[in-house]
């Protein structure tokens, strides 16, 4: 495998174990030693790089039928959670770089994202829909506590009553809970912390650079506390590895507070699949070909299936059950019960008088 990194370089608070050429890369690049570097066993850090991005648009758009929102923005590429399964790690390919390392090291920030989303939402043809935040990327990981780009969109979104989902496992959300809670009294938000496992330790290993699990459910309590709603995301599922906690963590989220609950199977598209092999042999090697094949079994002999309506959830009888502990579980904890949709009917863009408002 292509390595653009000095492996003397200190990885153990990384996720990723390799840093592979971007798909679109016609050539791979591998680290030669010239001889004047210190010793093998005296490692350095890894550290984050972070650079500046001035975005055209904010708001994407997506048609795929199995999302329950049209339309997301992103304030920052990359995440330093280094989670290392990550589906979005393959979209910094589209930067010239690796979902490896570089995913979770090369981060890019988006300082003007506050006022290319108002322009885009003062647009004459808009129509308000809500707009997921942290669907790729995270806008709570650690960067956003000196960039505060995210609370400047809140900022924005609040000024304009527009309805917000966001997904998040950064703990530094409760920074923000005087917005939120102010959107939350007029039914414009909602919130989903992902807690993936109760085991500390495990949780170290997955997603490195996420506060710890209990610090998590702290934050669904808080947010809970302050009328916000929550839901507790146990995502992504991965078999022989965290599936035995699916009704521990649906039992801890309730107990913090969260009134809702979902999960997604583990999705290993493109180039997240070695990553994540490679991760199984380094930290389960006992059970890396058993995963892996349970795995496969859900995706048609293939580590991963793409397709709508299946890429969420998997199939056979392995998927079949986790998908009916959790339902089971989620009924018992009244975790299953559908809330009311956000508000779009209080959306206006600030300053813009509008006939009606005259009389």
């Known amino acids: 495998m292509s390595e653009t990194v000095d492996p003397r370089l200190r990885r153990r608070a990384r996720g990723a174990r390799s840093n592979a050429a971007g798909r679109y890369e016609r050539h791979g690049r591998v680290y030669e030693d010239d001889g004047w570097n210190s010793a093998p066993d005296d490692e350095a850090p890894l550290r984050t790089q972070v650079s500046v991005e001035v975005p055209r648009r904010m708001i994407t758009y997506n048609r795929s039928p199995d999302l329950p929102f049209d339309r997301s923005i992103n304030p ?42 108002a322009r885009e939402l003062s647009n004459g043809n808009y129509r308000p829909e809500t707009i997921a935040i942290g669907t ?36 530094l959300i409760e920074r923000d809970i005087d917005i939120l809670s102010d959107m939350a009294a007029r039914g ?19 997603e490195p650079r996420a506060p710890s699990p209990a610090r998590r459910l702290q934050t669904i309590e808080r947010l809970s506390s302050a009328g916000i709603s929550v839901r507790i995301m146990t995502s992504p599922i991965i078999p022989a590895i965290n599936d035995h906690e699916v009704e521990a963590l649906l039992k801890a989220g309730r107990d913090a507070g969260a009134e809702g609950a979902s999960w997604v199977m583990l999705r290993l598209p493109l180039e997240v699949s070695p ?13 890396a070909a058993r995963v892996m094949g349970l795995v496969r079994g859900m995706h048609g002999g293939k580590d991963y299936d793409p397709e709508w309506g299946r890429r969420m959830r998997g199939e056979g009888a392995h998927a079949e059950l986790i998908a009916a502990r959790f339902r089971v579980a989620a009924r018992r904890l009244g975790l299953n019960k559908r809330l009311p949709p956000l508000r779009t009917d209080l959306f206006r863009v600030p300053g813009r008088a509008e006939q009606l408002d005259l009389f």
């Open 76 to 117: 920052y590429r990359g995440c330093e959670h280094g989670c290392i399964y990550c589906f979005a790690r393959p979209s910094h390919a589209w930067l010239g770089l690796s979902a490896g390392l570089d995913f979770e090291t090369r981060l890019v920030a988006r300082p003007a994202a506050p006022e290319v989303l």
């Open 188 to 206: 414009l938000v909602r919130v989903g912390l992902s807690v993936t496992t109760l085991d500390a330790d495990l949780s170290r290993k997955m």
């Open 275 to 287: 990553l994540f092999r490679e991760w199984l042999e380094t930290h389960f090697p006992d059970r």
């Open 136 to 171: 790729n990327t995270d806008p709570y990981q650690p960067i956003e506590k000196t960039h505060e780009i995210m609370r400047a969109c809140l900022k924005v979104l609040s000024d304009f009553n527009h309805p917000v989902g966001i997904v998040t496992k950064g703990t």
